[in-house]
C-alpha cells in the first residue's frame, strides 16, 4: 500500500513511523509513505499558509489553495482521500480494515484552527481518531497509519496474529502472560500451563467477556446488536 501524507511538519508522522514493525514493513516496501508540504506550493515568498477566519473569531485558518495544490501533486486514480479533523467520524478497527483495503490512501492533516472547508469537495473521507482535540492531524495520522500498516499481508509475523486480539471479535483481549510462573508471589492463571488448548480457548473467551462487561459494556450492546 502506499501512503501519501499533506501536512506541514512531515517529520512529525515520518520519524514515529520509521521504527519498530511499521519501520519494517517500509523497508520491506509493504508500505510507502510519501509526503507533501503545503508551505512548498504557498503563492507568497514568505510561504504563508493561512490566514484569518471570515466571519471573526479567534486562531487562523489554512488556506484552500496550498492544501489543494500539495494534495494535487500526489493524488491518483483510485486515491482514497482523507481529511483528518476532530469533527469526523470516529476511527475503530471496522474502519482501519475498510482503510486497509485500498492501494493508495491520501491523509490530509489541519493545522491551527482547521482547514478552509471548501477543501472537503476533494475527500472521500472526514476522520478523527477520538472525542478530544489535538494541536493538528500529525499525532492522528501517525496512529491512523499505524492501526492500517499492521493489518496488511506479510506485515505481522503470525498470519493469524490480528485474529484473536482486542476488537477482532468486538470484545477486550483476555490478559497475557510469559515466563517466570511466579512473579513476586503472584501466579500465572493455572488452565494457561495445563497445555488443554480447548481450556485454554475456553477460559480466555471467558475471561474477555467478564472484561469487556465490567470495562466496556458499550462494547457488549455492540456486539449484541451487530448479532442480529
Ligand atoms: Cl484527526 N485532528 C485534530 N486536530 N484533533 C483530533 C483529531 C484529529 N482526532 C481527534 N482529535
Not at 508522522?13 to 506550493?41: M, Y
Not at 482514497?80 to 483495503?101: F, M, N, R, S, W
Request: aromatic residues 6%; proline residues 5%; contains cysteine.
Amino acid at each position: 500500500m502506499r501512503i501519501d501524507v499533506v501536512t506541514l511538519f512531515p517529520e512529525m508522522v515520518d520519524i514515529p513511523l520509521s521504527d519498530s514493525i511499521v519501520g519494517r514493513a517500509r523497508k520491506e516496501g509493504r508500505l510507502k509513505l510519501g509526503f507533501a508540504n503545503p508551505r512548498d506550493f504557498s503563492e507568497d515568498r514568505r510561504g504563508t499558509v493561512d490566514d484569518k477566519p471570515y466571519g471573526g473569531g479567534t486562531g487562523m485558518v489554512m488556506m484552500a489553495e496550498p492544501v489543494y495544490k500539495a494534495l494535487k501533486r500526489v493524488k491518483k486514480k483510485g486515491s482514497h482521500v482523507i481529511v483528518l479533523t476532530p469533527k469526523g467520524g470516529k476511527l475503530d478497527q471496522k474502519t482501519a480494515l475498510e482503510l486497509a483495503t485500498h492501494k493508495h490512501l491520501v491523509l490530509i492533516c489541519g493545522h491551527y484552527e482547521g482547514i478552509d472547508e471548501r477543501i472537503n469537495r476533494f475527500a472521500d473521507l472526514e476522520l478523527s481518531i477520538g472525542d478530544y482535540v489535538l494541536t493538528g492531524g500529525e499525532p492522528a495520522a501517525v496512529v491512523i497509519i499505524d492501526a492500517v500498516t499492521r493489518l496488511l499481508p506479510g506485515v505481522l509475523k503470525k498470519e493469524d496474529a490480528t485474529i484473536n486480539e482486542t476488537f477482532a471479535e468486538g470484545l477486550l483481549e483476555a490478559p497475557h502472560y510469559t515466563r517466570p510462573g511466579v512473579w513476586r508471589r503472584m501466579k500465572v492463571p493455572e488452565v494457561l500451563l495445563s497445555g488443554n488448548h480447548k481450556l485454554i480457548s475456553e477460559w480466555r473467551f471467558s475471561a474477555a467477556k467478564d472484561l469487556t462487561a465490567k470495562r466496556r459494556p458499550d462494547l457488549i450492546r455492540k456486539a449484541k446488536l451487530e448479532e442480529v
